[in-house]
Structures are given as structure tokens and as C-alpha cells.
């Protein structure tokens, strides 16, 4: 089992900037591919970002490119996510996940992960 803790949410203004924690207790994070999800009122929870185990290459939804990075702390079993430049369209909750084990690419479905934190609201005021 895998418990993953987001942190970081919070209010800002747009073009702003936040970093999300996912603190990992269970397992080593750096065997799992992770990835941060997020879901607005109303809407389907949506890849964002993520990064794989092994060779840890990222992946990054069109929308968020250049704005927002993954990374991974293995000494401190974390995953952040720095948001740069946030957008008022970036409000939503914001999930980090890890993938089904044994999976070395990073999925771009929900479904493919097994393990989801609580989330952290994310609210960007115009």
C-alpha cells in the first residue's frame, strides 16, 4: 500500500506561483510512476504532469507546458509540482497519484493509477 499527503494549495493571484508536496509513506516512491491529476466543479479529473520511475522522464499536458514542473525527492520520499504563471483556468483540485506497479511509462488515464492522495484546492484569482 501506498498513502500519498498533497500540501500546498492554496489562493494566489494570477501569474503567481504555489508548490504542491505528495509525501509518500508505504512505499519508495521512486518505484512508482507518478503523476498530478486535477479536476474543476463539474468536470473530469484531467492529466496534468507526471513522471516516470527508472529514468524518470516527464510528460506534461499541452496546457500546462512551460508553466508547471514535476520532480521527485527520493531522499524525502516526495513529488512536487511547481506552478508558475497560474492562470485563472488552472483552479481545481489538484491529485497526485501513483501508477499500478510495474508500470515503468507514465499513464495519462486515472485509471491506470493506483494510489491517489486527498487533493489540494487550487484557486487563482483573476
Known amino acids: 500500500q501506498v498513502q500519498l499527503v498533497e500540501s500546498g494549495g492554496g489562493l494566489v493571484q494570477a501569474g503567481g506561483s504555489l508548490r504542491l508536496s505528495c509525501a509518500a509513506s508505504?512505499?519508495?516512491?521512486?518505484?512508482?510512476?507518478m503523476g498530478w491529476f486535477r479536476q474543476a466543479p463539474g468536470k473530469e479529473r484531467r492529466f496534468v504532469t507526471g513522471?516516470?520511475?527508472?529514468?524518470?522522464?516527464?510528460y506534461y499536458a499541452d496546457s500546462v507546458k512551460g508553466r508547471f514542473t514535476i520532480s521527485r525527492d527520493n531522499a524525502k520520499n516526495t513529488v512536487y509540482l511547481q506552478m508558475n504563471s497560474l492562470k485563472p483556468e488552472d483552479t481545481a483540485v489538484y491529485y497526485c497519484?501513483?501508477?499500478?506497479?510495474?508500470?515503468?511509462?507514465?499513464?495519462?488515464?486515472?485509471?491506470?493509477?493506483?494510489?491517489w492522495g486527498q487533493g489540494t484546492q487550487v484557486t487563482v484569482s483573476s
Open positions: 497519484a501513483a501508477a499500478n506497479s510495474g508500470t515503468y511509462y507514465v499513464p495519462l488515464s486515472p485509471y491506470e493509477y493506483a494510489y
Open positions: 508505504g512505499r519508495t516512491l521512486s518505484n512508482y510512476a
Open positions: 513522471i516516470s520511475r527508472g529514468n524518470g522522464s516527464t
